[in-house]
């Protein structure tokens, strides 16, 4: 298996811009979630799926960031507008037990 | 939800020697305690993980040990290494049912 693949790898937009954060679990892994990582508050859980389905989307930040899981291969995180502030390292992760987390490479996202 | 301390945020040792790092949770419903590995610009790492029916597990030159009345658990690596340098994040499972919420992480330096 190819692990947890994320696209793009590296994302530069100006503050406004929709940013679309793409990911593929691993197959077979019926969990998934995204995370953000900064310096200032580390790896936080914003959402997660279990079997396609949004079971705790607490830590979403606002309203301008949404998320999907159309199908057992794919899942998206989008921002609509983007800010500075959302500038981070945004990872998805897949698991069959929920527990025990496959990382994908992650998308670093930069907000000019 | 859970919250996961971690310390220290640097440590700094001499190549050869031990290295501990500890981490507390506040959720006694929590069963499960892995440690991840992070090189820069490189995606989180399993690198051992320990289950709540269990004080003590090793691999190789790591161990983590749990105290589930304590609500504390520590990373030990030992025979330091170059390679050995990285940031280092503790994280506990909430009961199962939220995903994983991880420590601040631990920078570890290991000097030559």
């Known amino acids: 298996d190819a692990g947890v693949i994320q696209s793009p790898r590296h994302e530069v937009t100006e503050m406004g811009q929709e940013v679309t954060l793409r990911c593929k679990p691993i197959?077979?892994?019926?969990?998934l979630f995204w995370y953000r990582q900064t310096m200032m508050r580390g790896l936080e859980l914003l959402i997660y799926?279990?079997?396609?389905?949004?079971?705790?989307d607490s830590g979403m930040p606002e309203d301008r960031f949404s998320a999907k899981m159309p199908n057992a291969s794919f899942s998206t995180l989008k921002i609509q507008p983007s800010e500075p502030r959302d500038s981070a390292v945004y990872f998805c992760?897949?698991?069959?037990?929920?527990?025990?987390?496959?990382f994908g490479a992650g998308s670093r996202l930069t907000v000019l | 939800g859970e919250n996961v301390e971690q310390h220290p945020s640097t440590l700094s040792v001499q190549e050869g020697d031990s290295a501990v790092i500890k981490c507390t949770y506040s959720?006694?419903?929590?069963?499960?305690f892995p440690w991840y590995k992070q090189e820069l610009g490189k995606r989180p790492q399993l690198i051992i993980d320990?289950?709540?029916?269990?004080g003590e597990k090793k691999d190789q030159r790591i161990a983590v040990t749990l105290n589930k009345t304590a609500k504390h658990f520590s990373l030990h690596i030992t025979e330091t290494q170059p390679e050995d340098s990285a940031v280092y994040f503790c994280?506990?499972?909430?009961?199962?049912?939220?995903?994983?919420?991880f420590g601040k992480g631990t920078h570890l330096i290991i000097q030559p």
């Open positions: 197959s077979g892994h019926n969990s």
């Open positions: 992760a897949s698991t069959e037990d929920r527990n025990v987390l496959t």
């Open positions: 799926f279990n079997n396609n389905v949004p079971i705790d």
């Open positions: 994280a506990a499972n909430g009961g199962g049912a939220d995903g994983l919420t």
């Open positions: 959720d006694s419903a929590s069963n499960y």
């Open positions: 320990i289950r709540s029916n269990v």
